[in-house]
């Protein structure tokens, strides 16, 4: 079982940047893929990248890509997502995620825990 929390949500201006973090408290951290993924209200969650256990391989969605990078600290149990050039459009609620038993990085029904969620809100 995994306990995980957010932080580094907030309020910034377009074309601003923020880095979340996603701290676990299991033993485990360091065999999962973790993943970020974000949710707007009425609307279905959105896969926005994911990084694999070792740190070797990362992915990110399309509207992302180029502006964000995922990173992950195995000796901290953290897993960072560093958002630059920030867009309206990018206003959700961010949530880190964790893959215990392995599927498609870009699905949240394949991973297994889950952060309560930080708010980032991007104002023109």
């Known amino acids: 079982q995994e306990h995980m929390v957010e932080s580094g949500g907030g309020l910034v201006q377009a074309g601003g940047s923020l880095r979340l973090s996603c701290t676990a408290s299991?033993?485990?951290?360091?065999?999962?893929?973790m993943g970020w993924f974000r949710q707007v209200d009425g609307e279905d969650r959105e896969f926005v990248a994911a990084?694999?256990?070792?740190?070797?391989?990362?992915y990110y969605a399309d509207s992302v890509k180029g502006r964000f990078t995922i990173s992950r600290d195995n000796a901290k149990d953290t897993v960072y997502l560093q958002m630059n050039s920030l867009i309206p459009e990018d206003t959700a609620v961010y949530s880190c995620?964790?893959?215990?038993?392995?599927?498609?990085?870009?699905?949240?029904?394949?991973?297994?825990?889950w952060g309560q969620g930080t708010q980032v809100t991007v104002s023109s």
């Open positions: 995620a964790a893959q215990s038993h392995g599927g498609r990085y870009s699905n949240s029904n394949d991973y297994s825990y």
């Open positions: 990084i694999s256990s070792n740190a070797i391989y990362t």
């Open positions: 299991g033993r485990t951290f360091n065999r999962y893929t």
